[in-house]
């Protein structure tokens, strides 16, 4: 029984990180990590979305 419950607590933990991404893509967030994911631009000119330091 116990087993159980476990699994189902990481099921539901699962569940709402997968529905946050699901929200987060379809709101047009491009750098789900990122704090500025919301104007993030992955096709920028240098390569990467601009707002971390990619070298």
Do not use: T
């Amino acid at each position: 029984m116990e087993n159980l419950i476990i699994i189902v607590i990481i099921a539901i933990v699962i569940g709402f990180a997968g529905l946050y991404v699901y929200r987060k893509k379809k709101a047009g967030s491009k750098c789900i990590g990122c704090p500025y994911g919301d104007s993030c631009c992955k096709n920028s000119e240098k390569g990467g979305c601009g707002c971390h330091d990619h070298n």
